[in-house]
Structures are given as C-alpha cells and as structure tokens.
C-alpha cells in the first residue's frame, strides 16, 4: 500500500488561556460534554486553531484540573492553541455567542508565561449544607480541623479507595447561615483545598465532618468552586492564576 503524505503542520504561533463557568443545571454536565459542547463551539465560530499532525488531527486544546460532575465552579481553565493571532476580547465575545447557557466563557489572556497548572495549587469552595445551621456544623468542624488525619473512603474507577481527608484542607471556615426560598435553613462554608494525589473532593470533607459527629446530609449540599490558583502564604485564599499573562 502506498504511504499516505504527511499532513502539513500549522506552528502554534499563539497560545491562549480561557476562564469559563460551570452554573445551573449545566453543573451536571461531564467533563467530556464540555469538550465536546467547546470543540463545537470553535469551529462554529471559526476560532484558527492549530492541529495535531498525523491521519487524525485533533485541536491543540488543554484542560485544567476540571471539576467533577455534579459541582458548579466560576474558575475551569482550557488552554487553546491557535494558528493566526487573535484578538482575546473579540474571541471571549464569540464563543460567549456559541456556548449554551450556562458552560459560560468568562475571560481570556494570550499566554506569555510556562507552568500555567502548576500554578492551580488549591482551590477555594463554597458550601450550602440544607437543613444544618453554623451551630450544628461548629462542634463536626472543630473536631475534625483538630485532627491531623481523617481516613475516608470513596469509590474509584479502579475500585473503592482510601484516603486522608484532612491533610488536603488547608482552611474550612463556617461563615454563617442563609434562608432559601422555601424558607430552609442552610449553613455556608468556605473551604481551601490544596490539589493533591490523590485528589481530595468537597464531598470527602462532607463525609469526614460526617464521622466527627452524629449528623448526616440528608439534603444534597451545594458544592460550587469559586477560585483556583496558587495558594497565598496564610493559607486562607488563592491568587488568580492569569495575572502573570496579563
């Protein structure tokens, strides 16, 4: 058989970083149904993206740390690689137009510096816990920040693991309660999760809190990250991992 020629290769000549959301019932959305809702939409618009070589090139698209299904999130991270230069604020306003309704485009920056996801060190999240005021959470969070360990257990695609729920928080925080709509109470935390192998979730830390006290979760906690970037030095917050593009 013949040999098929090479495909011409297109250089990458700019590298672009884009910040978007995940809010509202698109929360539920895969990982892979944003790929696949984000390819469309670049195409869609006609963003000039550079290609892999070789009988089946793919855009050069890299995601960052994505959240898991289920969680809403203000800062998921995809880094694009173009073929013609761009201007960034006409490319944000295009797929804003493309994207559905919650999978949001929020920001986006030429990238002039490497090492972007070793600067996503932690991530900062809020959670709404139903049914539970900050009084009822007081004693569960005490206890388990005064622990040095707290073994959970999740299952896995390679099965049921365990692991150390509280070496990964850096800072859990009761800032208060708020009332819903259908007047049910709710306690707000704010937790800092330093990014580690394996990964320890929000959902992790719940099931923690679990076991420091005899309380349960009897209504699903609202789970949405709202910053991730690199961890400043008290630990109580994370910088915004653009600026260094900007």
């Not at 929020?106 to 816990?129: G, Y």
């Not at 920040?145 to 693991?161: C, F, I, P, Q, Y």
């Amino acid at each position: 058989m013949a040999r098929q020629p090479d495909r011409e290769v297109i250089p990458i000549v700019q590298k672009v970083r884009v910040r978007y959301a995940k809010r509202g019932p698109l929360k539920f959305s895969s990982h892979r149904d944003f790929q696949r809702a984000f390819e469309r939409a670049v195409r869609r618009v006609g963003v000039p993206m550079a290609y892999s070589a070789g009988f089946n090139p793919h855009p050069k698209i890299s995601y960052a740390n994505a959240a898991a299904t289920g969680t809403a999130s203000e800062a998921e991270y995809v880094e694009i690689g173009l073929a013609k230069v761009v201007d960034v604020n006409e490319l944000v306003k295009a797929l804003k137009g493309s994207m559905p309704a919650g999978l949001d485009v929020e920001e986006a920056v030429t990238a002039s510096t490497p090492d972007f996801v070793a600067r996503l060190e932690a991530s900062v999240w809020q959670l709404v816990a139903p049914g539970h005021t900050s009084a009822t959470l007081s004693d569960p969070v005490e206890k388990f920040l005064a622990k040095d360990e707290v073994m959970v257990s999740r299952m896995t695609k390679n099965g049921l693991r365990t692991f150390d729920a509280r070496g990964a928080v850096v800072n859990l925080t009761l800032l208060g309660d708020e009332m819903t709509e259908s007047g049910r109470i709710c306690a707000i935390l704010r937790l800092v999760l330093r990014h580690s192998t394996p990964a320890v979730r929000p959902d992790d830390v719940l099931s923690a809190l679990t076991q420091e006290a005899d309380l349960a979760f009897e209504v699903a906690v609202r789970v949405t990250r709202l910053a991730q970037g690199p961890l400043n030095q008290d630990g109580t917050n994370v910088g915004d991992p653009l600026d260094p593009d900007r």
